[in-house]
């Protein structure tokens, strides 16, 4: 019962740890010049994906495979059929340029290489399939450039994001204090994922896939809907898009430098999902002049995430 209880509390204290991260290490980056546009693309997407990279990192090291990769593509799922659904919902979302031309195709490009590196059965013939350290070093790489491509926004202002002031000590003592809540909290999610999956005797990718996904994106859906509501489109998709990248390329590589991540066939289908939704969310932007995400289509992302969730709950 304590797991259980813990395994609840660990998304408040692992939420509340991202809050305090994010604004401790904004309030510096502001003090050192950095724009509101290259902030929100690297601190702040980092940030909303903190929980997901602290519980991988937890699981990695307790080699808990399933829950790394599942956390990571039911993640990319909410984000992409639930989040950016809702957040189209309470108001259409005009999408930037750069974001359709370069951000989503990136994003995509992800998926492919993933589903790329742990298919070992199917392209090599060995004789299981999993995510190695060279792997790991292969997404890593991916990262860097994904880095560089966004380091160009440096000086562009874009839309502004409101950055609170605090003293150099206080923001220091705040990202410190996020990173211990965030250790905590995703220590005992993994530990309650663990012995769910075992209660329920499913698979612990399942756990990762649903509860874990939906409860560590919840920063996105915070950040995603205020800042739809307020009308800053750009963040509000740029947000999702650079944590769907950041997931797979950076704590995924970190992952499986920790550890060898075993991959199930299984989870390929989810593979599927994920690259069918960012195709999806390309061709909407697309085959619309204003690059806007219409409130239908958004109606549409959540209609299939319900659907996906109904298939995952039947499989």
């Known amino acids: 019962m304590l797991t259980y209880i813990l395994f609840i509390f660990g998304f408040v204290i692992l939420i509340k740890g991202a809050d305090y991260l994010v604004e401790g290490a904004s309030a510096i980056a502001k003090q050192l010049g950095w724009t509101s546009l290259f902030i929100g693309l690297t601190i702040v997407a980092f940030g909303t994906s903190a929980p997901e990279f602290f519980v ?6 307790e080699g808990r495979s399933g829950i790394v990769v599942g ?11 639930l989040i950016l659904g809702t957040a189209a919902l309470i108001t ?8 359709v031309s370069r951000q989503i195709p990136l994003s995509l490009l992800a998926v492919v290489v993933l589903a790329v590196l742990v298919n070992d059965k199917f392209i090599t013939h060995e004789s299981f399939n999993i995510l190695s350290r060279g792997d790991g070093l292969i997404l890593i790489f991916f990262f860097i450039i994904f880095l560089y491509s966004i380091v160009s926004t440096m000086h562009i202002k874009g839309q502004k994001i409101p950055i609170k002031k605090h003293k150099r000590l206080k923001s220091s003592l705040m990202i410190l204090g996020g990173c211990v809540l965030l250790i905590l909290g995703g220590k005992w999610i993994v530990d309650g994922a663990v012995q769910i999956a075992q209660f329920l005797g499913v698979k612990e990718s399942i756990i990762g896939l649903t509860v874990i996904a939906i409860g560590t994106s919840l920063p996105e859906l915070a950040a995603s809907g205020v800042a739809a509501y307020k009308g800053k489109t750009d963040i509000a998709v740029g ?3 650079g944590s769907n990248i950041f997931r797979i390329f950076w704590i ?6 920790i550890r060898p991540v075993e991959f199930s066939a299984n989870l390929n289908f989810d593979i599927l999902i994920v690259g069918a939704a960012t195709i999806l969310l390309l061709v909407a932007l697309y085959t619309n002049k204003k690059r806007i995400l219409e409130r239908w289509e958004g109606y549409t992302f959540i209609i299939l995430y319900i659907l996906y969730i109904g298939f995952i709950v039947y499989r």
């Open 252 to 257: 995924l590589g970190i992952s499986a430098l």
């Open 92 to 99: 259409p979302l005009t999408v930037n340029v750069t974001t």
């Open 56 to 61: 991988n990192l937890i699981a990695s090291v």
């Open 239 to 241: 947000n999702i898009i």
């Open 71 to 81: 956390t990571i593509l039911g993640s990319n799922i909410v984000n992409i059929l």
